[in-house]
């Protein structure tokens, strides 16, 4: 069974970054770097969207159009953790924000749907002031 938790987030003001952290355990069986990693979001009152999902080698991402340009997906296979970056901040852009994994092979668009996703983390507060 694959645990995320998610760390980094908080409050910031507009124009400001925060990277957010997402680290994999319970993944003996099948290695991190066997798992397609994905950032979501969820606003209150809002459906949870997509954000960025990064491959198995990290070769390989994608950016919902509202973040392309100001946040940037990464992953550290050997620490089995993924990153989110997220630059000039918007008031726009405060959710609780999720990481989630799967074993399917990087490809098509399923990354960008939470039902395709098998494993969740809890999810950390990000908090954008004006």
């Known amino acids: 069974q694959v645990q995320l938790v998610e760390s980094g987030g908080g409050l910031v003001q507009a124009g400001g970054s925060l990277r957010l952290s997402c680290a994999a355990s319970?993944?003996?069986?099948?290695?991190?770097?066997?798992?397609?990693m994905g950032w979501f979001r969820q606003a209150p009152g809002k459906e949870r969207e997509f954000v960025a999902a990064?491959?198995?080698?990290?070769?390989?991402?994608s950016y919902a159009d509202s973040v392309k340009g100001r946040f940037a997906i990464s992953r550290d296979n050997a620490k089995n953790t993924v990153y989110l970056q997220m630059n000039s901040l918007k008031p726009e852009d405060t959710a609780v924000y999720y990481c989630?994994?799967?074993?399917?092979?990087?490809?098509?668009?399923?990354?960008?749907?939470?039902?395709?996703?098998?494993?969740w983390g809890q999810g950390t507060q990000v908090t954008v002031s004006s």
């Open positions: 989630a994994a799967d074993s399917k092979l990087y490809g098509d668009t399923w990354y960008m749907r939470p039902p395709e996703y098998g494993y």
């Open positions: 990064i491959s198995w080698s990290g070769s390989r991402s």
């Open positions: 319970g993944v003996s069986g099948r290695t991190f770097s066997g798992y397609v």
